[in-house]
């Protein structure tokens, strides 16, 4: 900074940063003493592994040309089998076990690097300790290598004869031991973080590990920065991240800040930022040195400072592929091409054999046989050369003995999710009675839902964990922590707090990180923030939140882990904030959005709806459960001398509030209702004047449109008649598409109220008014029913 010439003649000096508890380490060639050591004959076996390893890499990309990532799962490969082979506890013959070192591959672009080492593994074993095998679902096989990027209806043969798995491009939980889907921008770092937060609330300082698998290039996405500062301010000591640092994405080789000049995309590097954030890091000046690495993670394991760890290693990526940096990201060499029958030199060479060249034409049944025979080759080499998987069976049985003699359990006072399945007293109806609000009370939709959420905390022995885009206290979300904690969640310092800080206004890392402590099995995750934000935010997070819950199912058949997604302030009662936050939209971004059973939207407009709607969307085991509510407070209204059914009778997901006298003289048409504002409008101020009209109407409201379509068909027809959708007009607090399973006609549509009626964002100003301009206010909706009803009279 001395010769820095300034216009102002201020000169500029040196930043200087806050001291961070956090420890850094530098492991290199020249570190001595390693803080282990093998020796010098067993780390030859490790690169005979790695060797076999990298070719499995390559012939994997061969066979399902021009897709697939080998680059990444190349550089990664000294890594990650340093934690399967020696470092992680677990019992290879149990994938289920909630006890077990977890490793997620947030960096989902490596899955073919995952398939193929889990398939070593396996076959390591299989040759080296058989009995230490699962049952065979619970396997990843060689031949299930064949399913690579392949659909589940594929016909060949092979596939079909071998039962082979279909292993997704991106991981998926049909993989054993992979508890969270990933692969979309940032993501997957979050869902581990929230993975290895559910493991150490659960079962405390003995807690199984969560390490977490990325590169560079996918820390450069900003909710993975939110997930870091999460991470450190919750104390995950339990966290272990390893970072592949190749300095290649899919467009730049140079990626980050470094010694060469400033990186294309950031000015960083990611030791720096994730000390920055109060990470221990270590730095391995040779990721392709198994001394460095194994030496890197042992003292990874033995941080007990109360912070995350980082294991940041200087690799390349597609190592001795033939094809290196960025051009092997999402590209290899082409099919049977000679790059590709090079790339399996170094593997011939080292083993003295030749690995069969591609014979006959390309149909999928030949491709797929010249795949199993490589393969089947492969297999030979290993059953040739024993001292591999025997050195590897050992290492496995290890594994498990360790996380055995470990007995980790959940903490006495942990979490016990499984009450609120098994209790027979959590029910939605009747209510408990602080839960139960009478007439005239003021409530608040949100403050109802905080005070079923506490409640439910305090039956399930804080088994609920909540998060707020800092706005916990104005969703009433905070209210998770009455008489239980205060402040937020630390595991050291503060761990009875169930309100958890996602690095601040964060909704992306919010839902992932979420999404992640319920996947783990022994929590709900719940996020709170405006409907505005959250729906659109965590759109991805939900949808792979249902994409890890469906797969699990499928492998194991336990049901779906569910996350509470908060849609707060919804809708234009929150009119104060302007149309950037008093947004309708919303419930069209989650409603019958997603495959059946994986998200349901809740939209009660009555608070002694909450609670019954709570409980039934959470039976219903659900991955996403998104409630929906208002800000102010509404009064109570007298549910017995309006005429309307019980509260309880939400849990149907639509109700009729009045239903047409078949017998009268005249016919006045259906209306159907959704949304707390339009509701409570048109209960208070409408239905008298449609009353005192005397029109003979069917009125319905919608309180969940999933929980309604999941009732057996005849029920379905029995509560809302199909015919009645081809003559109704609707009236909803939020965007026209949600109403079209309700609203059938043309005429409907034209007639039915909505906030965007008027072709336009609403503007600013008091709820009253903010409907008003939507024409849903009392006036507008006695005009607009009236109209309609007089139309039907005269048809």
């Keep these: 900074m001395k010769n820095v010439q300034t216009s102002s003649g201020v000169l500029p000096t040196e930043m200087t940063f806050l001291k961070r ?156 031991f992979i508890k969270v889907a990933s692969g979309p921008s940032g993501v997957g770092v979050p869902l581990s973080f929230g993975l290895a937060l559910g493991a150490l609330d659960a079962y405390g300082k003995n807690a199984p590990r969560i390490h977490v698998l990325e590169g560079e290039g996918g820390m450069t996405p900003g909710r993975v920065h939110e997930a870091l500062a999460a991470a450190a301010s919750a104390g995950l000591s339990n966290t272990i991240m390893h970072v592949d640092f190749n300095q290649a994405s899919i467009d730049s080789n140079h990626v980050c800040l470094d010694e060469n000049g400033p990186g294309e995309y950031v000015q960083w590097n990611p030791a720096e930022l994730v000390h920055f954030h109060g990470w221990n890091v270590i730095t391995v000046a040779d990721g392709f040195d198994f001394a460095q690495v194994l030496a890197a993670q042992k003292l990874a394991l033995d941080q007990d400072n109360g912070r995350p760890t980082a294991v940041v290693y200087k690799t390349i990526k597609g190592w001795k592929y033939g094809i290196e940096g960025a051009a092997s990201h999402g590209g290899g060499h082409k099919y049977a091409s000679d790059g590709y029958y090079q790339s399996l030199k170094e593997f011939e060479t080292a083993f003295g054999v030749e690995l069969p060249r591609i014979t006959g034409n390309n149909s999928p049944d030949n491709v797929e046989q010249n795949f199993y025979n490589t393969l089947m080759a492969v297999r030979a080499v290993i059953e040739k050369n024993r001292d591999i998987p025997e050195y590897f069976g ?110 601040g206004i964060c909704e992306d890392a919010m839902g992932a990180f979420m999404a992640g402590v319920s996947s783990f099995g022994q929590h709900i995750g719940i996020t709170s923030s405006y409907g505005a934000f959250i729906a659109a935010m965590e759109h991805v997070p939900a949808r792979l939140h249902g994409i890890s819950q469906q797969s699990w199912e499928w492998l194991t058949g336990e049901p779906y882990n569910t996350w509470i997604m908060v849609n707060a302030h919804a809708g234009p009662k929150t009119g104060e904030d302007g149309p950037t936050h008093a947004d309708p939209q919303p419930l069209q971004l989650l409603q019958e959005c997603f495959p059946q059973r994986v998200l349901i939207t809740l939209t009660p407009w009555d608070a002694n709806e909450v609670w019954p709607l709570l409980i039934a969307g959470l039976q219903a085991r659900p991955a996403v459960l998104a409630p929906f509510v208002t800000r102010p407070a509404d009064k109570i209204l007298d549910r017995a001398h309006l005429g309307l059914p019980p509260a309880a009778t939400a849990v149907k997901g639509a109700y009729a509030i009045r239903r047409a006298d078949p017998h009268a003289k005249k016919y006045h048409g259906t209306i159907v209702l959704q949304g707390n504002a339009v509701a ?116």
């Design 21 to 176: 508890q956090a420890l850094h380490y530098q492991i290199s060639e020249a570190t001595r003493p390693l803080p282990f050591q093998p020796e010098t004959s067993e780390l030859a076996i490790w690169d005979r592994m790695d060797i076999i390893y990298r070719t499995l890499c390559g012939i994997l990309f061969n066979f399902v040309p021009t897709s697939g990532h080998p680059g990444g799962s190349i550089s990664s490969g000294h890594i990650v089998a340093g934690l399967v082979f020696q470092w992680m506890d677990y019992d290879l013959s149990d994938p289920c076990r909630g006890d077990v070192d977890l490793l997620s591959y947030a960096a989902g672009h490596k899955a073919m690097g995952l398939y193929a080492m889990w398939a070593l593994r396996n076959e390591l074993t299989r040759v080296g300790r058989p009995n230490l095998l699962a049952e065979e679902k619970f396997q990843l096989r060689f031949e299930d290598l064949l399913g690579f990027r392949r659909n589940p209806t594929q016909a060949t043969p092979l596939f079909r004869k071998f039962k082979a798995k279909a292993l997704d491009g991106h991981p998926t939980c049909i993989v054993p």
């Design 394 to 503: 050992e290492k496995i049985a290890a594994a498990r003995q360790r996380v055995d003699s470990r007995k980790r359990t959940v903490r006495a006072d942990g979490p016990k999710l499984s009450v609120l399945y098994n209790d027979p007293s959590i029910v939605p109806a009747p209510a408990p009675a602080e839960l139960t609000y009478k007439p005239g009370d003021s409530v608040t939709l949100r403050g109802a839902l905080g005070d079923a959420i506490n409640h439910l905390t305090k039956m399930t022995s804080g088994a609920m964990l909540a998060t707020a885009a800092d706005l916990a206290g104005s969703t009433s979300i905070s209210t998770i922590n009455k008489d239980i904690g205060k402040g937020f969640f630390h595991a050291q310092t503060n761990p009875k707090s169930r309100l958890v800080a996602v690095g």
């Design 680 to 795: 409570v409008i048109f209960l208070n101020d409408v239905l008298p004047e449609l009353e005192k009209k005397g029109y003979n109407l069917n009125i319905f409201y919608v309180t969940s449109m999933e929980l309604f379509r999941a009732l057996p068909a005849d029920e379905q027809e029995k509560i809302f008649p199909e015919k009645l959708a081809y003559e109704a007009m609707g009236i909803t607090d939020f965007t026209l598409p949600t109403m079209y399973y309700w609203i059938r006609s043309n005429e409907g549509l034209r007639r039915s109220l909505y906030p965007f009626r008027g072709g336009h964002f609403l503007g600013s100003g008091q709820a009253e008014k903010v409907l008003e301009e939507a024409g849903v206010h009392a006036a507008g909706q006695i005009k607009a029913v009236s109209d309609y009803a007089e139309a039907i009279a005269k048809r």
